[in-house]
C-alpha cells in the first residue's frame, strides 16, 4: 500500500497545467489526450485500487539479482568498438559508430515521485551515474517513473554542463524538461524523424499510456524508438502492450538489427495486458519485427507488479522453445554486463 501513499501525497501537489500538443489532423490525437492506434482494453483508477486491493497478500519476494561486473573506464575511453551495456531495468547504455546513447535513464533508489515511498530497486545499478562516459544521446521513452526519473536526468545533464547530451522525448515532455533546466531537447511526434550525425532518429508507435500525477493521464505521448545508422538499426520499444504497432514498424522501418523488448511487469494479465509485453508478447513482437537479434529489459529490478520476479526468462526462454527460435537471437543479461556488438556486423 506504500505506493498508495505515494499517489495520496501527489494528490495533495498541484497538478500542472501546460497546453496540449494537438493536431486535429492525427488520429492518435485527441483534445483530451492522445490514444493508441489499435483498439485495447482502458483501465482506469478504479481498476488499479482493485488490483492493489486483490494482491495485498501477495507476497512478491525480491533479492538483488547478480551483478555483472563491468569497466566504466574502458567504457569512457572507447569511441569505436560497439557495446551494449545494460545497466538494468529499461537502461543501456548503448556505444556504436562513436555515439554513446543512453536509454531511459534510471538510476535511482525508487521509481517514484518521491523518496520516502513507491517500487523500490532490489537489483542495484548496473553503472553509477558518476561513472557513466560522456553521454551524446539520451532517448526517453515516456513520463512514467520507471522511465523518466527527475534526479537522473538532472544529474547526467548537470555532469556534462560543457557538453549536455540531446535529449529525444515524445511529443508533450519538452515544457517538461525545460521546468527542469534542461534545455537540448528535442520533441518528437510518432514517425517523425530527426538527422543527427550519420544517424536518423524515429519516433515510432507502441501501445502504452502516460501520467505522473492523477490528472495528466495520456496528456505527453509515450513512444518507441528506432535509432537507424547506415551499419546498425536498433529499436527501443520503451514499455508497451502487443498490438499490430510492430507489424506496421517492421513495414516502414525494418529490417531491424537489435530490438530492446520489456519482459516483465505483466501480471494481473486482466490489467497489465493492455500496456506490458508478457514474455510471449515479446517474442511475438520480436517476430513481427522481424528483429534479427533482441534483448529482454524491464524485468529483475523494481518490483512494479505481481509475478515472481524471475519468471519472465524462464518463460521467454519456453516462448522461445515453443517458437523454434534459438536462444542467443532474443538473449538476455546480466545486470551491469557490457556485450561486444561485434557478432550484429558479421551479417
Ligand atoms: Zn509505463
Ligand atoms: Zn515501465
Known amino acids: 500500500m506504500k505506493s498508495l501513499m505515494g499517489m495520496a ?16 489532423t492525427k488520429k492518435h490525437h485527441t483534445a483530451e489526450g492522445f490514444v493508441n492506434n489499435y483498439p485495447h482494453e482502458k483501465h482506469g483508477f478504479t481498476e488499479l485500487l482493485k488490483w492493489k486491493w486483490e494482491s495485498f497478500d501477495l507476497e512478491v519476494k525480491t533479492k538483488a539479482l547478480p551483478l555483472a561486473e563491468n569497466d566504466p573506464e574502458y567504457l569512457r575511453k572507447n569511441r569505436t568498438d560497439p557495446t551494449l551495456t545494460w545497466i538494468g531495468h529499461a537502461t543501456f547504455l548503448l556505444q556504436f559508430a562513436g555515439l554513446n546513447i543512453l536509454t531511459d535513464p534510471q538510476l535511482s533508489e525508487r521509481a517514484s515521485p518521491v523518496s520516502f515511498a513507491g517500487p523500490k530497486r532490489y537489483t542495484p545499478v548496473g553503472l553509477p551515474i558518476e561513472r557513466l562516459p560522456l553521454i551524446d544521446v539520451v532517448i526517453i521513452s515516456h513520463n512514467h517513473y520507471d522511465h523518466l526519473d527527475l534526479t537522473s536526468v538532472k544529474q547526467i545533464n548537470d555532469q556534462q554542463k560543457n557538453k549536455p547530451p540531446l535529449f529525444f522525448v515524445p511529443l508533450g515532455l519538452k515544457s517538461w524538461f525545460a521546468e527542469q533546466g534542461i534545455e537540448n531537447v528535442v520533441e518528437m511526434d510518432w514517425w517523425d524523424q530527426q538527422r543527427h550525425r550519420e544517424w536518423t532518429i524515429h519516433s515510432v508507435p507502441v501501445q502504452h499510456f502516460s501520467a505522473r500525477t492523477p490528472w495528466d493521464r495520456d496528456k505527453t505521448l509515450w513512444t518507441g524508438w528506432i535509432l537507424q545508422h ?3 538499426v536498433f529499436f527501443f520499444a520503451g514499455d508497451t502492450g502487443y498490438s499490430k504497432d510492430f507489424a506496421d514498424i517492421q ?3 525494418g529490417p531491424i538489427d537489435l530490438s530492446a523488448l520489456p519482459i516483465g511487469a505483466y501480471e494481473p494479465r486482466w490489467f497489465m495486458k493492455s500496456v506490458h509485453f ?14 534479427r537479434y533482441s534483448v529482454g529489459m524491464h524485468w529483475g529490478t523494481f518490483k512494479l507488479t505481481d509475478e515472481p520476479i524471475e519468471e519472465p526468462p524462464r518463460l521467454l526462454k519456453k516462448a522461445l522453445e515453443r517458437e523454434g527460435i534459438s536462444q542467443d537471437k532474443f538473449f538476455i543479461m546480466k545486470h551491469g ?3 561486444s556488438l561485434e557478432f550484429i556486423n558479421s551479417k
Open 9 to 24: 501525497f501527489l494528490m495533495a501537489t498541484s497538478a500542472s497545467c501546460q497546453t496540449l500538443p494537438y493536431d486535429p
Open 230 to 232: 547506415p551499419d546498425f
Open 251 to 253: 513495414k516502414r522501418l
Open 278 to 291: 508478457n514474455p510471449d508478447d515479446a517474442v511475438k513482437a520480436h517476430q513481427d519485427l522481424r528483429s
Open 337 to 339: 554486463q557490457t556485450i
